[in-house]
């Protein structure tokens, strides 16, 4: 395969552009398939960039692999790594989040995962998920999504979920559903409901439009407080990652957090202008978590819905929001491609944080791209 040969050779060559390496990627991972071999590339790729917009991507792509071997001791690698003199942390936050995205979404395979592993990665992700170890917030609420994660498996309901053997991990099964209509491994479930096939289909028909405003207002109620009840009264966490987590000492906290993110992905999968609206006021009014505002920002991206693009503008513009944020609005407009978004992302090509000049170049590339697809469908109409 001539194409998959010189997009390896390109994502690891340092000469060519950002945006070269970064489609390069996506044609590694779609032509190549989620082997070990293109997996190898990924990693091979990460040291070859100073651009955290691309060690990122390739660390968030690895986990969509879920391969255990190879990988889940580079994430190890990535997550620890120190700089020469010792000081501080040799990957930027950024990274190492999606280092801990990634081994949740390895961890929550329903099987086949060893469970030597599984218990030493527990141990790892409750060393970053604690204050007096791990002294960035971010990470230490990713590594606490990421313990719940691996404790509420996933059910696939295309399959019955492989038994693993004697020596492997055996998730407690009957908790959560993968089925939503969008190809990633989320850090968290949607609700049940929002996981099941036909009551989504039931949302789309107009006769149950008040059905479902009701259903989003209970939603945004859950992104607002954190707060479980009506929503999903039996589903709130694992019984062993509440043991852990408060034994950890953070339960209400990072349980209002793993519930925010649950009706954030249940607004997803409901794909309505309304639920889309409801995830932007969430993404403008939270205080919360900076963390849960940039997966607000990258689920508006996976919607592409254009009632999103002026707030993503907004959130790109204000300068004292995180760059973890920025950075997923900025990719999020470039993949609405409406044209009123464009000014924005031309402008902040030149903002003081690298990641977002980077996010608001290739953005401007997919807004190119996807604008002449829409032309194109709407000429061929
Ligand atoms: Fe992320
Ligand atoms: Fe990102």
Redesign the pocket.
């Known amino acids: 395969m001539p194409d998959l040969a010189a997009a390896q050779a390109t994502l690891v060559d340092p000469q060519c552009s950002l945006d070269d390496r970064l489609r390069a990627l996506y044609t590694v991972k779609n032509e190549g398939g989620k082997t070990i071999e293109q997996a190898r590339v990924l990693m091979a790729a990460v040291d070859t960039t100073v651009s955290v917009l691309m060690q990122?991507e390739l660390l968030?792509n690895l986990g969509q692999f879920q391969i255990t071997d190879e990988v889940v001791p580079y994430m190890k690698y990535i997550l620890s790594r120190k700089t020469a003199d010792g000081s501080t942390f040799h990957y930027n936050v950024?990274s190492r989040h999606e280092a801990i995205e990634s081994l949740g979404a390895i961890l929550c395979r329903s099987a086949g995962v060893d469970a030597e592993m599984v218990e030493d990665l527990r141990q790892v992700l409750i060393d970053l998920a604690t204050e007096s170890i791990e002294p960035f917030v971010e990470i230490r609420e990713s590594a606490m999504l990421a313990l719940m994660r691996m404790d509420t498996p996933i059910l696939s309901t295309s399959s019955t979920p492989a038994a693993g053997g004697a020596s492997s991990y055996v998730a407690p099964t009957g908790v959560a559903s993968a089925v939503h209509p969008f190809v990633s491994v989320d850090p968290s479930p949607s609700f049940p409901a929002e996981a099941d096939d036909s009551i989504l289909k039931s949302y789309q028909s107009p006769e149950n439009k008040a059905r479902v405003q009701e259903r989003i207002a209970v939603l945004v109620k859950v992104l607002e407080t954190g707060v479980v009840s009506d929503a999903d009264p039996d589903c709130v966490m694992s019984p062993s990652a509440t043991e852990k987590a408060k034994e950890l000492g953070y339960y209400a906290d990072q349980c209002s957090l793993w519930n925010r993110y649950r009706a954030m992905f249940s607004l997803r999968n409901i794909n309505t202008a309304e639920s889309v609206l409801a995830i932007c006021d969430a993404l403008q009014k939270d205080t919360s978590s900076a963390l849960f505002r940039h997966e607000l920002a990258?689920v508006l991206g996976q919607l592409e819905h254009p009632v999103s693009g002026k707030v993503l503008g907004e959130v790109i513009e204000n300068v004292k929001e995180h760059s973890m944020v920025r950075?997923?609005a900025a990719?999020a407009l470039g993949a609405v491609a409406e044209a009123d978004g464009l000014a924005v992302l031309e402008k902040y090509c030149n903002d003081s944080e690298q990641i977002v000049v980077d996010s608001c170049v290739v953005a401007l590339e997919m807004h190119a791209y996807w604008s002449k697809f829409k032309t194109t469908t709407s000429t061929d109409e």
């Open positions: 990122h968030y950024v990258f950075h997923e990719e």
